[in-house]
């Protein structure tokens, strides 16, 4: 390979590895070229691509793209799998775990996990994790739980406090009647102390004495 297309290969590495969300590397040594296509279909529906590379143009590119914890990963035949942005980790680990098993040609060695070097038993592990939305629902729902208690909480003495209304008003429109009587007694209650306060002056005034000096002017005649 002339010096030119080496470079051109190692900034090609470059460019993926800093596109690459995570990666993982694996020894394919002795996979045939229909499970190697195979593999790679199945890791495109994911979001990753699968890449047979050179060791020493890789650690090139790793160096040169701050990947250094890579390097330890590129001893012999070595294939990368560069998982984009947005692309499904759990997933691209599963597809790996599954051709692993099925060929028992193909080896793990680890990866790159958001940039957190990984070992090949924790990119097993990662293959066993359920997929990723379910993964993204779980979380929200530990994220959410206590924020919906909280607002439960907040919201409690609210609902009490309509509750009480709601009540009160059903218990007024229950007892509607008691309460009208209740308002005409009052006023009637207060013309009674008025009358009673009354009393002395109407007794004063009776019409009894009246009949009694009519009377007696009648016998004088």
Do not use: C, W
């Not at 990963?73 to 980790?89: H, N």
């Amino acid at each position: 390979m002339h010096k030119a297309d080496k470079e051109a290969v190692v900034a090609g590495l470059v460019e993926q590895l800093r596109q690459s969300e995570s990666l993982i590397v694996a020894d394919y040594r002795g996979l045939k070229n229909a499970n190697l296509e195979k593999l790679r279909g199945r890791l495109r529906e994911h979001g990753a691509s699968f890449s047979v590379v050179k060791n020493t143009l890789a650690r090139r590119a790793a160096e040169t793209a701050g990947t250094e914890p890579l390097l330890a990963m590129l001893e012999g035949p070595s294939a990368i799998a560069f998982i984009r942005t947005g692309g499904d980790a759990v997933a691209v680990a599963k597809a790996l775990s599954d051709s692993a098993r099925e060929t028992k040609i193909l080896t793990l060695r680890g990866g790159l996990l958001e940039g957190v070097p990984i070992s090949g038993d924790d990119v097993e592990n990662l293959a066993k994790l359920p997929p990723m939305d379910i993964l993204r629902s779980q979380l929200v729902g530990v994220i959410i739980a206590p924020l919906t208690q909280l607002l439960g909480l907040l919201s409690a003495p609210l609902r009490d406090l309509v509750g009480l209304i709601d009540a009160r008003i059903a218990q007024l429109e229950e007892g509607s009647a008691p309460v009208a009587v209740a308002v005409v007694e009052e006023p009637v209650g207060a013309v009674a102390e008025q009358v009673d306060a009354a009393a002395p002056e109407l007794e004063a005034e009776a019409p009894g004495e009246d009949v009694e000096d009519a009377n007696e002017t009648t016998e004088e005649e």
